[in-house]
């Protein structure tokens, strides 16, 4: 049940997507002006741009146009404290978004393993998901939704390659950042970043499932297995944590998403329409 507010406001800079730095320079533009208006013109006058000024930050994201364009060069210019503003997303050895449980090797193999296996049909120009899977894919999504983080890491290591190990990193815990979002953290047990596959929990669950539909309904081997879960990511319709509908979206942050590395390219994603789960981002 969406609330009045979030039914008014614009998705693209509110919510989950708000950028801080923007947000925080309109705030302070938007006092000045107030303050400049009481001593100029009216106090009455200043309240009321307030309270206009304020419901569009809360509504649209921001105030003054073009906002997202110069507010994270602005804050990033500034020195100390406020420019920490911007780092409210990333968590330490986080990626900007959801890794997949395999290797990202053998694109064109397992798609024709999943050819062979009836699990993806060609038509003329397109794929699709054969029905029967798409279904038991979904009812394995939603029983393992249902598990706790430790549930869900558990069946996570057994959908995994051999000798994989999975943590589950949850930033909030260790005081980073005041957010729930939890990793599931893919690795070979050593500490090298480098071995390291980073799943949200969405990922997470949408990848599990796809292994073990795979694993009742197809002969392909483990490791097959493993590389074809972020390939099947594509075919969602359905959320894996919410069963809202998927759609094709741009993920816009004001700041090209944590971290700010990419302002001038936003990326193509499947997400989540209910819950916005980011569920595949398109090269
Ligand atoms: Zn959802």
């Known amino acids: 049940m969406r609330s009045r507010y979030e039914s008014l406001r614009n998705d693209e800079h509110t919510g989950e997507r708000r950028c801080w730095p923007c947000t925080a320079v309109n705030a302070a533009i938007l006092l000045f002006a107030c303050v400049g208006v009481a001593r100029r013109r009216s106090r009455s006058l200043a309240a009321a741009l307030g309270v206009v000024g304020a419901a569009a930050i809360a509504f649209r994201g921001y105030l003054v146009p ?81 598990r706790d983080d430790d549930g869900l890491a558990a069946a996570l290591r057994a959908a995994a390659p051999e000798g994989r190990v999975v943590d589950v990193v949850n930033p909030s815990e260790n005081g980073w950042i005041e957010r729930d979002d939890r990793w599931f953290v893919v690795s070979d047990g050593s500490d090298d970043p480098a071995t390291e596959n980073w799943l949200t929990r969405p990922v997470a669950v949408a990848e599990t499932a796809a292994v073990r539909t795979l694993a009742d309904r197809t002969d392909l081997p483990a490791s097959r297995r493993a590389q074809a879960a972020g390939p099947l990511r594509t075919f969602l319709e359905r959320c894996p944590v919410c069963d809202g509908s998927v759609e094709e979206t741009t993920a816009m942050d004001c700041c090209g998403g944590p971290g700010g590395t990419r302002p001038d390219a936003p990326d193509e994603v499947l997400a989540c329409g209910d819950c916005d789960a980011r569920l595949h981002t398109f090269q």
Do not use: C, H, Q
């Not at 050895?93 to 990202?104: C, V």
């Open 66 to 146: 073009y906002t997202p364009r110069f507010a994270p060069r602005l804050v990033s210019a500034l020195p100390g404290e406020f420019s920490l503003g911007k780092s409210g997303g990333p968590t330490p050895g986080a990626p900007d978004a959801s890794e997949s449980l395999g290797d990202s090797g053998g694109g064109e193999a397992v798609l024709a393993a999943l050819l062979d296996a009836g699990v993806v049909i060609a038509a003329g120009e397109t794929v699709y998901l054969e029905d029967d899977f798409r279904e038991a894919w979904r009812a394995e999504m939603r029983n393992l939704r249902n």
